[in-house]
């Protein structure tokens, strides 16, 4: 079935150490993103791609990085995690930048 | 204040009800305007894309835009407890890759 691909869908985390999110699309898709989502505070932007060889900086970029070597894939790393980054975690994508944004089912992230 | 605010509810209606979630956004530069279904411990899953004012029906699921008021609303006819589950709307302009989403209203269809 096409579509988004995340992992892991959950994972508790000691403070400070580095942790990769993973999200691949299969659907071709040149635009990708970054979200975080926080009970009473919706969706939020952290980075994005709009093809592959490009990102930029969404909303709340602060400790986050990515990168995009390839169309498919789309990882978001925390350097060194903090409390405040526990949160639910989306992938998406869209065939460009200005068409709706297909999601992926999450990492839900744990950070003590 | 938020570019896109929406009331969390919850809201709680029998099956059968007609349901009216709503937004409203304060960018008058949006045009394009999305309303999501969101389950429990599941993403995001797009239900209407609609641009500018007017509405778009599909199915038992209408959306309507109102830029004169800058109100967004998604209507569901002969609810189910299927359709119980968390509705997110979204706004962007012309050309953006940008999305503002609203934080999302939680829906209750009891059988």
């Known amino acids: 079935i096409a579509g988004i691909t995340q992992a892991p869908t959950s994972q508790i985390l000691a403070a400070g150490r580095r942790m990769t999110l993973r999200c691949t699309q299969d659907m071709r898709h040149n635009a990708m993103y970054w979200y975080r989502q926080d009970l009473g505070l919706g969706l939020r932007l952290i980075h994005y791609s709009n093809t592959a060889g490009t990102t930029g900086k969404g909303e709340v970029p602060d400790g986050y990085s990515v990168s995009r070597a390839n169309t498919d894939d789309f990882p978001l790393t925390l350097a060194s995690a903090v409390p405040s980054q526990t949160s639910v975690y989306f992938c998406?994508?869209?065939?460009?930048?200005?068409?709706?944004?297909?999601f992926g089912d999450g990492t839900r992230l744990s950070i003590l | 204040q938020k570019e896109v605010e929406q009331d969390p509810g919850p809201l709680s209606v029998p099956e059968g009800a007609i349901v009216s979630l709503n937004c409203t956004y304060s960018?008058?530069?949006?045009?394009?305007f999305m309303w999501y279904r969101q389950y429990s411990r599941k993403g995001p899953e797009l239900l209407m894309y609609?641009?500018?004012?007017g509405n778009k029906e599909d199915g038992r699921f209408t959306a309507q835009v109102d830029k004169s008021s800058k109100y967004i609303s998604l209507f569901i006819r002969d609810s189910q407890p299927s359709d119980s589950a968390t509705y997110l709307c979204?706004?962007?302009?012309?050309?953006?890759?940008?999305?503002?989403f609203g934080a999302g209203t939680r829906l209750f269809v009891k059988a």
């Open positions: 979204a706004s962007r302009n012309t050309g953006g890759f940008k999305t503002i």
């Open positions: 998406a994508s869209s065939d460009e930048v200005d068409q709706p944004q297909h």
């Open positions: 960018n008058s530069a949006f045009q394009y």
């Open positions: 609609t641009y500018s004012s």
